[in-house]
């Protein structure tokens, strides 16, 4: 499994666009990249996943350099409501890329 | 579509006794996921099932947790018996299959152990 690598923690204000990157050095030709967010007392929810180049859907963008070897989750304008902890996941169904969560990171956003 | 549900939201019991925990995935899928998360850390596979097949279970502790998946649909997950360090919050989540598609989470049971 490719072993991803975030930061632990970051802080923004409100109304800034926030990037989170993550380290994914050993990454498979077959894997995916997939993002989570998750708030307190709730289980984690699919934000964005992508293969190559660059992915944007209606809450985040994902960029992915040409070596795949990291990716950005990039959030645009975040609000109060975009504290959470990010998770960044890499793999395939045969690889078990459901397996490798790892800590995330926990993104606060304040006035 | 109604998300994936979970029963109960919280359970608290003594150590060395037994707990089940029960899931219903969205309607139609045929991957079922149940996931251990402890305070602090990201969720850890203990079992995926597809269809009512175990897929994975490298990471479940066989001599006290057990998982079982009737008909393909509903899952249950069971810990026989509890230890201090299984107070943690236990997520079931579904895919309409295992190949890349979003895993769908319900938001846990949370287990605290005495």
């Known amino acids: 499994l490719a072993k991803t690598t975030q930061p632990i923690s970051m802080d923004s204000y409100e109304g800034q666009e926030v990037n989170i990157t993550c380290s994914h050095n050993n990454i498979a030709t077959n894997d995916y990249i997939t993002w989570y967010q998750q708030f307190p007392s709730q289980g984690p929810r699919f934000i964005i996943q992508g293969y190559k180049t660059k992915v944007t859907n209606e809450v985040a963008s994902l960029f992915i350099p040409a070596d795949r070897k990291s990716s950005t989750l990039s959030l645009p304008r975040v609000s109060l409501s975009d504290t959470a902890v990010y998770y960044c996941?890499?793999?395939?169904?045969?690889?078990?890329?459901?397996?490798?969560f790892g800590k995330g990171t926990s993104l606060l956003v304040t006035p | 579509e109604a998300g994936v549900a979970q029963s109960p939201r919280y359970k608290i019991i003594e150590k060395r006794q037994s707990v089940a925990f029960w899931c219903n995935p969205i309607s139609g899928h045929a991957t079922l996921y149940w996931y251990q998360q402890i305070l602090g850390q990201g969720p850890k596979l203990l079992i995926q099932?597809?269809?009512?097949?175990?897929?994975?279970d490298s990471q479940l502790p066989k001599d006290r947790f057990s998982a079982e998946r009737l008909k393909g649909v509903d899952s249950t997950l069971k810990i026989q018996p509890a230890k201090l360090e299984d107070s943690a919050v236990y997520l079931c989540?579904?895919?309409?299959?295992?190949?890349?598609?979003?895993?769908?989470f319900g938001d846990g049971t949370r287990l605290s152990i005495l």
């Open positions: 996941l890499v793999g395939d169904s045969n690889s078990g890329y459901a397996l490798n």
């Open positions: 099932f597809q269809n009512n097949g175990v897929v994975d």
């Open positions: 989540a579904s895919s309409l299959e295992a190949n890349n598609q979003p895993q769908h």
